[in-house]
């Protein structure tokens, strides 16, 4: 398994590597797409009803990020990833190679890619798409007020939504960590940036992307944990963490900084014990880039600074169907 033991480097790219360059899409089951259509509108997304779903774009950029189907219960349906078209052709060799049964989409979704069952059962394509991941670091900035001018605004009455830009990442709940690291570097071609333990770890595209665009948390089975929104400053994240309050949205945790990723975040709880992390100026890994992947210490597994984490931070309710979060 490439890149477990502390301090060996783990090579971003070469010439011809196969990989996925974006983690193009996912798709959330909820028992509600009322209170989903409330809580990601107060989140800042773009939420559109397409048929019987609702799709998530951010303001400004049309690609749909998530769809939001209705279900019994919280379940992460898919993930789909993206890739070049050249290269369409070559992961279909190389799924087949690996003895991976390609299956037909799902009802209603329209696909020229690839899907199988992955690791843990869970559901993947690998489609032809533009890449989203982004090609340099993202911009972050902070906002420092001249001299006789305030520079914290007036509060509750300059109460602003935030609105995000991108989806970062998506964080994933799995049986066996580092079998889900080896598993997406043979099959999609991620590479581990840096994880803790068997607990938790954080993996990169090849073709250049932030330090993770897609991340595994150890628990009992599947589910997703949280999926991660770019915003441009620590300010937009604490603006972000109120406006959702005053919503009534006021479990999660934050505003903090990750070790690991070095992102700032704040995290909104749903109303099915699931998390949205409004996140900023985190690592990012270039094409062709060695980075160093460490295995951290359990303390630095969560943050840098920060409050505590809620008791059921990592809870996966996905697997708990009688569970609810705390009102």
């Not at 089951?29 to 107060?42: D, E, G, H, M, T």
């Not at 359990?298 to 990592?314: I, K, N, R, Y």
Request: net charge negative.
């Amino acid at each position: 398994m490439t890149g477990i033991a502390t301090g060996s480097f783990v090579e971003a790219s070469k010439a011809g590597e196969l990989g996925i360059h974006s983690l193009d899409t996912f798709v959330l089951q909820v028992p509600s797409l009322k209170q989903a259509q409330i809580f990601f509108v107060s989140f800042g997304l773009d939420v559109r009803e397409e048929g019987s779903a609702l799709t998530l774009r951010t303001f400004g950029n049309d690609h749909v990020w998530a769809n939001v189907v209705e279900g019994p219960r919280r379940k992460m349906q898919h993930l789909s990833f993206g890739a070049y078209a050249e290269d369409l052709p070559r992961f279909k060799a190389h799924l087949e190679g690996l003895g991976i049964r390609l299956i037909d989409a799902p009802p209603g979704f329209e696909s020229n890619g690839l899907w199988f069952v992955g690791h843990d059962g869970v559901l993947i394509e690998i489609k032809v798409a533009l890449k989203t991941s982004p090609d340099q670091k993202a911009a972050a900035y902070f906002n420092s007020a001249p001299a006789g001018r305030r520079g914290s605004g007036l509060g509750h009455i300059e109460l602003k939504q935030i609105l995000p830009t991108r989806l970062a990442h998506c964080l994933i709940f799995t049986s066996d960590v580092h079998g889900a690291i080896s598993y997406y570097e043979k099959v999609l071609g991620l590479r581990l940036s840096d994880h803790s333990g068997g607990n938790v770890a954080f993996m990169h595209g090849v073709h250049g992307s932030d330090h993770h665009l897609l991340a595994l948390a150890r628990s009992s089975g599947p589910g997703l944990h949280h999926c991660s929104w770019d915003v441009g400053s620590i300010d937009d994240i604490g603006r972000g963490a109120l406006y959702m309050a005053d919503k009534g949205y006021k479990r999660g945790w934050g505003v903090g900084r990750h070790t690991i990723g070095s992102n700032y975040f704040h995290y909104v709880q749903d109303p099915w014990g699931g998390f949205s992390e409004y996140s900023c100026d985190i690592d990012y890994i270039p094409k062709g880039h060695l980075w160093d992947a460490r295995d951290f210490a359990d303390e630095d597994g969560l943050a840098f600074w920060g409050p505590q984490p809620p008791t059921d931070f990592v809870h996966n309710y996905e697997m708990d169907q009688d569970a609810r979060p705390p009102a």
